[in-house]
């Protein structure tokens, strides 16, 4: 069942949005070669809390973390480390918190360093399928409008469109209804209206499709080991039209700054 939001929820919801967008900025601050993961989720930690919000994801469904990283060939739901990243590498940070009982969720795919000219047009067009979707994020429009928007540009760029994990409702509940694949058909699916408020990640591999869950039993794969590319915002529809509530703000001008 969708739960449609009110006015006042979602502007709770923005602000739950925008504390998960402030702390991809802090993370945009410091990421790089030599970096790990484990101090990319204790940064995030500290922010979080310190904005009167709870971590949103450490403790949900037994996840042991603040943030989630995939590296490269990982699509989602990597569990930091102390590896450091390299030169070259791209790295999904995936993070959620919670605020007055709702949640913000959103990812952003970083580049280390400099990354391979077919690396960086993934990762361009990863970003691009994700306006695209939005834009369909409209009321009298069908989820399938969304994910049909993602999957054709992938698709006409020579990707694969992940069909194992899939955008979703967002709320009081990390995940609620409706479900939200990045691939389908125009008008199939539920009826977008005023109120729906979700989640819109494509998840973009550079080959196949294919995914496999690795034995840690969370960090998803690709099954050609090629790289996959993760972004993510947080989305309500509003006098018929989709708003972001998540913004990449904060990280653009963290990474501006450090060129």
Known sequence: MIIY????????????AQIVSRTLGK???IIG???????????????IISQGAVPG???????????????????VHGLPSDIPFKEGDIV??????????????HAYTFEIGTVSPEVKKLVDVTKECLYLGIEEARAGNRVGD????????????????VRDLVGHGLGKKLHEDPQVPNYGRRGRGKKIENGLTIAIEPMINMGTEQVEQLDDNWTIVTCDRLPSVHFEHD?????????????FDYVEEALNKRK
């Open 146 to 161: 969304i994910g049909f928007a993602i999957q054709q540009h992938a698709e006409k760029n020579g990707y694969g469109v």
């Open 235 to 247: 989305i309500a529809v509003v006098d018929g039209k989709p708003v972001i509530l998540s913004t």
């Open 5 to 16: 939001k009110t006015a006042n929820e979602i502007e709770i919801m923005r602000e739950a």
């Open 92 to 105: 999904s940070v995936d993070c959620g918190a919670v605020w007055n009982g709702y949640y913000g969720d």
């Open 27 to 29: 993370i945009a601050e």
């Open 57 to 75: 994801f450490k403790g949900l469904y037994g996840c042991p973390s603040t943030v989630l990283v995939s590296v490269n060939e990982q699509v």
């Open 33 to 47: 070669p030599g970096v790990t993961g484990n101090q990319l989720d204790a940064l995030a930690e500290d922010y």
